[in-house]
């Protein structure tokens, strides 16, 4: 059976460490996972989300969840919040676990159809850790409820934590923070039922190009769509100045960078996004601009 967990937070709370944690941890302890968060123009204070599946099963979905099975809630001001909306989607039978001092009946989201688990984890962060990240103690009663093993849950914590570079000071006192969070709570059997399949999977052909990289070739996808009518900016190359050094190749976000027939590096312009990058990194300024021509 697959778990699908979404977390919802304020950026600087730590809902993005929280999915690679609990990801890590459901791994160590014999699942497939996977996590990920969304990327975008996220600042501190702004409302983020990150998703973990994990399953004792291949995992063929990817993308987004819409329809957990949980949702952790590490701000409860979100809870109201139109956009963040964190119960959008949550499946009756499903488990919301809310970092609040309110009472479940007050922060359900209106929800009476799922299992609603309200803790007060920033109390508890400021106690232990001097500073309000949620991860540790967010990831520890995700992983309770859904049954992970204590021991796999530490060892991705602490995984997790030496990765992002914090000190085995700072580790210690996670660890102690979500032993105690995770002693507290105990699994939830949940009732949710799997989702239906909507599609089948489709084996994709794909053609080797020059650079070694691979385009899928099929009607609808990439190699079919071109994207550079988003560009406003035109980089163009003065062959006089470029000593083809490829570090605009390897920065290129778009793989819009080629070698030609002559050897020499090309842009690809049907795909190009004109985002500069190019201009940005190369050494010599060989890399110019100019305004596109929307003629």
């Not at 139109?82 to 809310?98: D, M, S, T």
């Amino acid at each position: 059976m697959i778990l699908r967990v979404r977390f919802h937070g304020r950026g600087g709370q730590g809902a993005k460490t929280a999915s690679r944690i609990l990801g890590s941890a459901a791994f160590g302890g014999g699942y497939n996972a996977q996590d990920f968060p969304i990327y975008g123009a996220e600042r501190r204070g702004a409302p983020v989300a990150a998703f973990t599946r994990f399953s004792d099963s291949e995992i063929t979905e990817r993308g987004f969840i819409f329809s957990p099975d949980v949702v952790a809630v590490m701000d409860d001001s979100l809870v109201a919040d139109p956009l963040a909306n964190p119960f959008a989607g949550l499946r009756k039978g499903g488990l919301a676990i809310v970092n609040t001092t309110r009472p479940a009946a007050e922060a359900n989201g209106g929800r009476d159809d799922v299992t609603v688990i309200t803790l007060d984890l920033t109390k508890r962060a400021l106690e232990t850790l001097g500073k309000a990240v949620l991860s540790a103690g967010i990831a520890a009663a995700v992983a309770r409820s859904a049954g992970i093993d204590a021991e796999a849950f530490v060892g991705g914590l602490v995984d997790e934590l030496k990765e992002v570079g914090l000190s085995d000071d700072v580790v210690s006192k996670n660890v102690a923070l979500a032993g105690a969070v995770y002693d507290e709570l105990k699994p939830v059997e949940l009732r949710t039922e799997e989702l239906p399949a909507k599609a089948e999977l489709v084996p994709l052909a794909a053609v080797v190009s020059g650079d070694g990289s691979e385009d899928i070739v099929n009607v609808g996808n990439s190699a079919s769509r071109h994207t550079g009518n988003w560009r406003v900016t035109e980089p163009v190359i003065d062959y006089q100045k470029c000593t083809d050094c490829m570090i605009c190749y390897a920065y290129c976000p778009e793989s819009a960078m080629s070698v030609g027939a002559d050897g020499r590096i090309a842009i690809d312009y049907d795909n190009c996004k004109g985002c500069m990058i190019c201009q940005a990194e190369c050494p010599l300024r060989a890399i110019g601009s100019i305004m596109e021509d929307r003629r």
